[in-house]
């Protein structure tokens, strides 16, 4: 049993040029996993809500929307033209004992990798990473 979620490629900020920029194709700079789940308690809020995380500068930065991932997408793609989804069906349960990462360099790409249980040791970029999702029954919307 696994579970459904979304990679975001977001373009890459000129304003922003890291060293490890060097390593990475244009267009593919960094990666961030969505997770939609529905959230019905006896209110007014939302039912559907997302949860974002990223690992960005060392830190795992995680942050919950009242929207779906469709309207998520929607506004991300008027702010910041030219960023790319792609949907995936994790094989890892949800239930499993333990997700780790294996000891690499720790970056966004290995973050994503070891949220979705992907075990290919030669993705490294975030290019790398789209093209694994897309070989392996993901698909961009």
């Known amino acids: 049993m696994g579970f459904e979620c979304y990679v975001v490629f977001p373009p890459p900020h000129t304003d922003k040029m890291n060293w490890w920029n060097a390593f990475t194709s244009e267009g593919f700079t960094h990666c961030i996993v969505l997770e939609e789940f529905d959230w019905s308690p006896q ?8 949860i974002e995380t990223q690992f960005n500068r060392g830190f795992i930065i995680t942050n919950y929307y009242p929207v779906s991932v469709e309207r998520y997408v929607a506004l991300t793609r008027e702010i910041t033209p030219g960023v790319k ?4 069906d ?3 349960a949800i239930d499993s004992k333990m997700q780790y990462i294996p000891l690499r360099l720790l970056n966004c790409v290995e973050y994503v990798k070891a949220k979705l249980g992907i075990q290919q040791w030669f993705v ?3 290019k790398q990473l789209y093209r694994c999702l897309l070989a392996n029954e993901g698909y961009e919307i």
């Open 90 to 92: 994790c094989r890892v």
């Open 43 to 50: 209110s007014l809020l939302e039912s559907r809500w997302l």
């Open 124 to 126: 490294w970029t975030p």
């Open 85 to 88: 989804v792609v949907r995936f």
